[in-house]
């Protein structure tokens, strides 16, 4: 520990790292080596067949050589193995060159989908398991002597060749807007539900003020992917007077070496220390964030992907699709529920400030701001449509928040075309707005509803 006598002890150490390999293993490796190994070990089982002595498989192979004659399965798999080769690398290649295109178009979060759905690691596992079972049948069993290995090999081409197509179409059906946000939304629900332990036994705000306080600071850089509570359960049972600890950052955040993750208070230095010292050990840091437990990781996806489709020149149905997506979180997140403490072991005197449903809030806002420079009207009236319909069902902290985000774009939104759809679009925000109890904002938004609505009459009296 250091003592610093301008400022509060500072506990330094080095978080846990994210292994790397078994993160590799769980992203993507796993499945794909798991059925390379089945080929290898069908090519063995296959060889071993050919090469036997025994009555009962020389039987087995002469009624296999019956139905697949030896010469032709033999030329047979010299001539396909190159050629099917060839196609899976050239097939690939094209595979990866449109989710690489796609992704330009529509951020990083497509080639992350594309890295993450089993399936996708079911096909290129089996495609390299089929060419690691060519190359394997065709170095060990000499011409005219592959019957079974052979036949095999023209079974799993045939089935290879159908799986391409069925690996086509599901390539393509990915690279859709709709597909990747889908798949964007299940994930965010998901790691929601495994922040439920972290969430239920944390507190919104600090108790235990004017006291000691120790700095659990960092020695490392990289995003923060894990918080294990129970660690911190643990420290906090053998503890001998009271104690708090405030988290400065959040799952997903990036801290960078000297960053303090967490305030340790208590009247105890003993105490302190041992509880600062957990709070590192709780903390997972890896190179990437992990959708599967961060949340907030999915929402600045759909972000990214409303924000580059709101842009100048692009496609306003890619926007549409992700403002849909963020629509649909904040419909599941924006009715606050706390989960009780008692399911996971009670409450502990830990301070943590969840932001994930004030990052759907941003992100719609950040649209219409987006759709401020590119002229796309049609965007911006989805997004008021949406608070619009969401701004009663909040709960009051966050209807606040969406509020003055609302006024902070007023300006922006009431300086697209008055469209019908505009027009219908801030008449039913101002609703919402009045309903809530914000007479105030919904005033301003009248106000510039009037005026567009002056100009427009001004304009058509003109013309007759």
Same mark, same amino acid.
């Given at each position: ?22 993160? !590799? ?45 030896? !010469? ?36 990083? !979060? ?68 709709? =597909? ?86 208590? =009247? ?144 922006? !939104? ?51």
């Amino acid at each position: 520990m250091d003592e610093h006598e301008d400022g509060p002890a500072v506990v330094s150490g080095r978080p846990r790292q994210r292994n790397r390999l078994r993160w !590799a293993m769980k992203e993507f490796l796993l499945p794909p080596l798991l059925i390379v190994g089945g080929g290898v070990v069908l090519a063995a089982v296959a060889v071993t067949i050919d090469r036997a002595s025994a009555s009962w498989l020389v039987a087995l192979r002469d009624a296999v050589a019956v139905i697949v004659p030896p !010469a032709a399965s033999s030329t047979m798999l010299q001539t396909v193995t190159p050629g099917m080769l060839t196609a899976i690398s050239i097939v690939f290649f094209v595979m990866l060159m449109a989710v690489q295109q796609q992704a330009g178009t529509y951020t990083t !979060a497509v080639l992350d989908q594309f890295m993450q759905r089993r399936l996708n690691h079911i096909f290129f596992g089996l495609f390299i398991g089929l060419a690691v079972y060519y190359v394997a049948v065709l170095t060990v069993v000499a011409p005219g002597q592959a019957v079974v290995s052979a036949a095999i090999a023209s079974v799993l081409t045939m089935v290879a060749l159908v799986l391409l197509l069925v690996f086509i179409y599901n390539t393509f059906d990915q690279l859709r807007p709709s =597909s990747s946000a889908s798949v964007i939304v299940h994930n965010a629900l998901r790691a929601r539900r495994t922040q439920q332990a972290l969430l239920a036994r944390c507190r919104s705000t600090p108790q235990l003020t004017g006291t000691a306080t120790t700095r659990a600071a960092v020695v490392h850089s990289g995003y923060i992917v894990d918080i294990d509570i129970d660690v911190l359960a643990a420290a906090v049972a053998k503890t001998t007077g009271p104690v708090e600890v405030e988290f400065r950052v959040a799952l997903g955040a990036h801290i960078v070496t000297g960053d303090t993750v967490a305030d340790v208070r208590g =009247s105890h230095d003993a105490d302190r220390g041992r509880l600062a010292a957990a709070v590192l050990d709780s903390v997972t840091i890896g190179r990437t964030r992990d959708t599967s437990r961060d949340a907030g990781y999915s929402v600045d996806q759909l972000a990214a992907m409303a924000w580059t489709a709101s842009s100048s020149q692009q496609d306003p149905e890619g926007a549409a699709v992700a403002i849909g997506a963020l629509h649909s979180l904040l419909a599941s997140w924006g009715s606050y529920y706390e989960p009780a403490a008692g399911r996971f072991g009670g409450p502990l005197p830990v301070v943590y400030s969840d932001e994930v449903t004030h990052q759907v809030l941003d992100a719609l806002t950040a649209v219409i701001v987006a759709t401020g420079q590119s002229g796309q009207h049609q965007t911006c009236c989805q997004v008021l449509r949406i608070f619009a319909e969401m701004l009663p069902r909040l709960a009051p902290a966050y209807q606040q928040a969406a509020v003055e985000d609302i006024a902070r774009v007023i300006s922006t !939104a009431t300086a697209q075309v008055l469209t019908v759809r505009m027009e219908r679009a801030i008449g039913q925000l101002r609703w919402a707005l009045n309903e809530t109890g914000y007479q105030h904002a919904a005033g301003r938004l009248e106000e510039a509803e009037s005026e567009l609505s002056r100009q427009v009459r001004e304009l058509v009296s003109a013309e007759q």
